[in-house]
């Protein structure tokens, strides 16, 4: 179960489509003074060095962030947040989701982050410290459960397993159905992968049947090498802010239009 460490696939084409989708939900809750909670259940190390074997290993990130950077308009939220971290980090510094919230949000606003993995909570702890971020060591659905409705009521939760273990499919829709009920005005967004073998698919019509309100965006891409199992990426979006559904259309342009070339 702690296994997993993203640095191998940091920057790949599913953190585009998530991390871009993640900074424009959490600006669009940031045209309002009100404070806001950001929780995320599986907050990973944060800060990635691009340049590492480990991503180099993979070439995820070059056929990811690498293609697409070039791409996504100068004044978009996720544009000027991976500008700040790489100014700050050096060009080849690529961040996580807590990283992107840590600079979207402001100093009245709290984080709460969980990350299990030993090494990636030590890494983590580095990367966004601040005195409106707390880092807990610590199973992020449980922590979710023990913090919710958070103060400030106000704001948003990432859920983004790694699904190394399978029962998560079949116990997400159960935890975002208790969350909800706990936080009914809180936006609370599922990443998932879409794979060949279909085991995303009980998951999803689970969580439409029960949140029909909801909204979902998938992109599609090839397998990263051969016999790979991940061919796309989704968000799963409850009380999805105002103005998405056209966010998710400009992000299938610029996918589409990477494709073309």
Excluded at 3 to 18: C, E, F
Excluded at 40 to 50: F, I, N, S, V
Excluded at 190 to 204: F, K, R
Excluded at 207 to 222: G, K, S, V
């Amino acid at each position: 179960m702690l296994s997993y460490q993203h640095l191998y696939h940091a920057g790949n084409l599913a953190d585009v489509q998530k991390h871009a989708l993640l900074a424009w939900m959490l600006d669009y809750l940031m045209r309002k003074d009100k404070p806001v909670s950001y929780i995320e259940t599986h907050a990973g190390r944060g800060l990635y060095d691009l340049s590492a074997s480990e991503a180099q290993r993979t070439g995820e990130a070059a056929k990811g962030i690498g293609t697409l950077s070039g791409a996504l308009p100068r004044d978009h939220p996720y544009t000027k947040a991976l500008e700040t971290i790489r100014a700050a980090h050096g060009p080849d510094a690529y961040p996580g989701s807590p990283l992107i919230a840590r600079t979207v949000l402001r100093d009245t606003d709290r984080l709460h982050l969980a990350e299990l993995h030993p090494q990636e909570h030590a890494a983590l702890c580095k990367a966004a410290r601040g005195h409106n971020v707390a880092i807990h060591h610590q199973d992020g659905f449980d922590l979710a459960q023990s913090l919710c409705p958070p103060d400030p009521r106000r704001g948003m939760m990432l859920v983004d397993p790694s699904y190394e273990v399978k029962r998560d499919y079949d116990s997400i829709p159960r935890f975002l159905g208790r969350i909800a009920r706990k936080w009914n005005v809180g936006v609370l967004a599922l990443w998932y992968p879409i794979l060949t073998s279909g085991l995303h698919e009980p998951m999803l019509r689970t969580l439409q049947a029960a949140h029909p309100e909801a909204l979902r965006h998938e992109i599609r891409f090839p397998p990263i090498r051969e016999g790979h199992r991940m061919i796309g990426s989704g968000m799963f979006v409850l009380n999805p802010p105002w103005g998405l559904a056209d966010e998710t259309r400009r992000i299938d342009r610029l996918f589409h239009a990477v494709k073309k070339h």
